[in-house]
């Protein structure tokens, strides 16, 4: 076998602590001892305490004294408002670190939380690349999805709800100090976000693949993801309580994580940031609906890194091909009882050039192959209606 020329040009990879296994959420305390905190703000939703998941951890915190604050008013797609309101609280209570526990949304939001209480102003100030001057208070947390690997990335997505748009924020100021991931904690997942959150993770792996800005590193870490999601997702939806499978989809989620937080996105995520941001749609659905549309127009520019992810999914077939790939992915959704289209999710023909407009001043959208003009993206909105 021949040995693969190694990489000589200049990469940087970012990555927390992390700890991956079954019961990792309960050594939240040691951490938050270890950090050196005494009053934690734990940024949740009511969603996550109904099932338990914050009283396994709150007891662990009370095992080490440590006390804390819950905030669990953050709803799906956070926003602006409720960074405010968790910050003012933080500093009400004279908090001294942040633990979250939840999807995507608490964990943005706790990143938007620590950014403000270390920065002061409007969270809305620091959307962009590397706008933050201060580093946040600790930061712990505990991902009860396998999807958004928010707690593993420099990223973070709040939603403006003036301008009803979401905004991207990526600093490694906002990389969590350590990562308490417990694939346990997604046993509480329905059919549907198992579905969105499996899929926005696929998303991630296959965007950072063919980012423009992807390395032999964050190459490793997406390949890996696409294998573990496509061979484990359908088990998961076929039965819910597969432990094993759970565990596959999130180290998946995990890699793929690691490898967007790196290489950055493209042009899906540009364009489902706005649909989520009008609509207030869940992430991973339009990510989902968006994605083999993105790949076709993508797949001209990027077409030996698609090859190597066809052959990664298995496809011995010799024409390795757009059509192929595309056709892949419609099955794979379909697989799993996603067929949806932007317009059953209420997308209508004339907010096309608005979300266009906004989708190209996203952050994601410059590491996409091609950077796409407004008529093109246009175009993928309406052949996705």
Request: charged share 20%; hydrophobic share 45%; with cysteine.
């Amino acid at each position: 076998m021949a040995l693969k020329q190694m990489e000589l040009s200049l990469r940087k990879c970012v990555a927390p602590e992390f700890i991956f296994g079954l019961g990792a959420r309960k050594l939240a305390g040691k951490y938050a001892k270890n950090l050196g905190s005494k009053h934690l703000l734990v940024v949740t939703d009511l969603g996550v305490m109904h099932f338990g998941w914050v009283k396994d951890v709150t007891d662990e915190l009370e095992k080490e004294n440590i006390s804390y604050t819950i905030f669990d008013t953050v709803v799906p797609n956070p926003r602006d408002t409720s960074v405010d309101e968790g910050a003012k609280l933080y500093a009400h209570n004279q908090c001294d670190g942040i633990l979250a526990i939840g999807g995507g949304s608490p964990i943005d939001c706790a990143k938007g939380i620590g950014i403000v209480v270390a920065n002061g102003g409007s969270i809305l100030l620091y959307e962009g690349v590397d706008q933050i001057r201060f580093p946040l208070p600790p930061l712990i947390c505990i991902p009860t999805t396998a999807g958004t690997s928010a707690d593993v990335s420099q990223f973070a997505i709040i939603n403006d709800t003036r301008r009803k748009v979401k905004i991207s924020i990526i600093s490694k100021a906002i990389v969590p100090d350590i990562a308490l991931i417990d694939p346990e904690t997604t046993l509480s997942m329905d059919t549907s976000l198992s579905v969105f959150t499996g899929l926005d993770a696929l998303t991630h792996a296959l965007e950072a693949y063919v980012s423009n800005a992807n390395s032999g590193i964050t190459d490793i870490y997406a390949l890996e993801a696409i294998e573990l999601l496509m061979g484990n997702l359908p088990k998961v939806i076929d039965n819910l309580e597969n432990i094993e499978a759970r565990s596959s989809v999130m180290m998946g989620s995990l890699l793929a994580g690691l490898a967007f937080s790196n290489a950055s996105l493209g042009v899906v995520h540009a364009m489902a940031h706005p649909l989520g941001g009008l609509l207030d749609l869940p992430h991973g659905l339009c990510n989902a609906v968006l994605l083999d549309y993105a790949v076709a127009y993508n797949f001209p520019h990027a077409s030996s890194r698609y090859k190597v992810i066809m052959e990664r999914m298995g496809l011995t077939c010799k024409s390795k091909t757009s059509d192929t790939l595309v056709k892949v992915l419609i099955d794979f959704k379909a697989s799993l009882g996603l067929t949806s289209r932007l317009g059953s999710l209420g997308v209508c023909e004339k907010v096309i050039p608005a979300l266009s407009t906004m989708a190209l001043k996203d952050a994601c959208i410059v590491t996409n192959p091609k950077l796409p003009i407004q008529a093109e993206v246009e175009e993928l909105y309406a052949n996705a209606l």
